[in-house]
């Protein structure tokens, strides 16, 4: 027996419970043998500790909606969902077997390029419908992507713990009323070497970009073995991803290909519209680098197939949500039941974001060139050139003037 859950506790009537795989700071994750289909599955169980406070078992209860909702490969299949005698909620997920991410740095180290752009593209397949159902995961990194054998026989990656993730749906009918609470505007959640500068001021405040930026980070790990931003501490690890560029692949790679290394750095860009767009046009630009290219190609088309990220509230209802998507993607068959959701205009970015870096304890008393916008940097970088090249003007000519006036001199005399 390990916690409350003891080996060979049968839950309703199908799942029998054989022994813990994991325990996290949440729950606890078994294996199990489901009685009617004898095949062996993952039950997903709240910890004792957990259960008493209403915000995590509130986030527990968000996953089970979101995992509902999801169809990729790239996520692990819900299969069932109920209560213990006591009321703790459990989840029943299909059985994974391979490793995590994180157990393969462990073993090997970085990864092939090829390698890992097919895995990054495996994990934009899972965020890409993530985000259309407006869904931000908010914890992406190695402990949370699995790496197991798909039917195809190739390497399968599957995007695991939906629990912090940032989403409008509900355990009830429609928005959550309690979303803000669950996510106050000071709280942060994730792992701070993974997290974009948004996310560290304010988890509340992200929209679908801090993804892609720890999707960068991930990326540059993969190739290189190495973190871009690193620190002794949390605060240095924070100051660093706020005040510094990041380290540049190559230094560690050198093999790296320019355009790979142009991918990473554009997803680490600090201002949130200097990074991609969308996890598809990150996708699309990995493309040339993934190993093997069918697969990617696949997963590629199942990106573009789920459209833009949705930024209106999604409810739980799987009728209401699909109707909901339907206004973003006309091409998707709406669900019946329920009214159109009206569009919403885009989400204003964070009020006062390229100031917002100026928010802690830094040392520096202005925004740093990293943060400052691409265009910004760019317009700054020719009126130097500009003065540049007056100066040398200037200079060249005075010393004409004076060689000039050498001569002449040298002529009377």
């Known amino acids: 027996m390990t916690g409350h859950v003891p080996d060979g506790l049968i839950l309703g009537d199908r799942w029998r419970i054989d022994h813990v795989i994991a325990v996290g700071g949440m729950s606890t994750v078994h294996a199990a043998t489901d009685l009617h289909a004898q095949r062996t599955v993952a039950v997903k169980v709240l910890l004792d500790q957990a259960k008493g406070v209403s915000e995590l078992v509130a986030r527990f209860r968000r996953e089970q909606h979101i995992l509902a909702l999801m169809t990729s490969v790239h996520v692990p299949r819900l299969l069932g969902e109920g209560q213990l005698d006591d009321g703790t909620p459990y989840l029943v997920m299909e059985h994974l077997t391979g490793s995590t991410l994180a157990d393969l740095f462990g073993s090997w180290g970085a990864l092939p390029l090829g390698t890992a752009a097919s895995y990054i593209i495996q994990t934009c397949e899972a965020i890409a419908e993530a985000h259309s159902l407006g869904v931000v995961h ?46 106050r505007a000071t709280d942060v959640f ?58 540049a692949a190559s230094e560690l790679c050198p093999d790296i290909p320019t355009g790979l290394q142009a991918v990473i750095l554009r997803c680490l860009e600090k201002y949130t519209n200097d990074r991609y767009d969308t996890v598809e046009a990150l996708a699309r630009a990995l493309l040339p680098f993934a190993e093997p290219r069918e697969p990617a190609e696949a997963d590629l088309e199942r990106i573009a197939a789920y459209g833009p990220p949705a930024r209106i509230p999604m409810p739980s209802d799987p009728a209401a949500a699909m109707d909901a998507l339907d206004v973003w993607n006309p091409d998707r068959p709406a669900a019946h039941g329920s009214p159109p959701v009206p569009r919403a205009p885009r989400a204003p970015s964070l009020p006062g974001q390229k100031l917002a870096i100026l928010w802690g304890p830094f040392p520096e008393p202005e925004v740093p060139e990293p943060y400052v916008p691409v265009s910004v940097r760019r317009e700054r970088a020719r009126r130097h050139d500009a003065k540049v090249l007056i100066a040398v003007g200037a200079a060249g000519m005075a010393a004409g003037t004076v060689i000039g006036v050498l001569v002449m001199l040298l002529l009377r005399g």
Do not use: C
């Open 190 to 247: 994730g792992s701070p070497q993974y997290m974009s500068p948004e996310q560290l001021l304010a988890s509340r405040h992200v929209d679908h970009a801090a993804d892609i930026w720890s999707i960068g980070i991930l990326l540059h790990e993969m190739v290189t073995g190495s973190l871009p931003f690193e620190g002794d501490t949390v605060e240095s690890v924070r100051a660093a991803v706020m005040t510094t560029p990041p380290r």
């Open 138 to 183: 908010r914890d992406l990194k190695p402990a949370n992507l699995f790496i197991t054998s798909g039917e195809s026989g190739f390497a399968q990656v599957k995007v695991l713990d939906f629990g912090i993730s940032k989403s409008p749906l509900s355990v009830s009918q429609g928005p959550d009323p309690r979303e803000q609470s669950l996510t």
